[in-house]
Nanobody, 120 residues
Framework: VQLQASGGGLVQPGGSLRLSCAAS????????VGWYRQAPGEQRELVAD???????NYRGSVEGRFTISRDNAKNTVYLQMNDLKPEDTAVYYC???????????????WGQGTLVTVSS
């Protein structure tokens, strides 16, 4: 499954952005999907994931601020990001995979991602 992330940009602290993850050539509804981010000089980290059944999981630092959702009719997964902080600055990627217990396993290619910059 090939996914493409979009929707990034420059936003002030406290602002909001909605990222989109669209699938090409496949049906996204059959997949668990994770949103990851990688800040400069840091390792890539899982931000949130949503199962094919709609169960969601979040890393602690974004819980209550970020919401992951899916629109199967549009073959798209979204990441709504509110109350953004400078530490949220990173390249954001989406990846199809599998949530098994307490872990999410990415299985797809990473693509180019979309850059989110939170700065005043």
């Amino acid at each position: 499954v090939q996914l493409q992330a979009s929707g990034g940009g420059l936003v002030q602290p406290g602002g909001s952005l909605r990222l989109s993850c669209a699938a090409s050539g496949s049906i996204l509804s059959r997949n668990d999907v994770g949103w990851y981010r990688q800040a400069p000089g840091e390792q890539r980290e899982l931000v949130a994931d949503i199962t094919s059944g709609g169960t969601t999981n979040y890393r602690g630092s974004v819980e209550g601020r970020f919401t992951i959702s899916r629109d199967n009719a549009k073959n798209t997964v979204y990441l709504q990001m509110n109350d953004l902080k400078p530490e949220d600055t990173a390249v954001y990627y989406c990846n199809p995979g599998a949530r098994i217990g307490n872990y999410y396993y990415p299985r797809g290619s990473w693509g180019q991602g979309t850059l989110v910059t939170v700065s005043s």
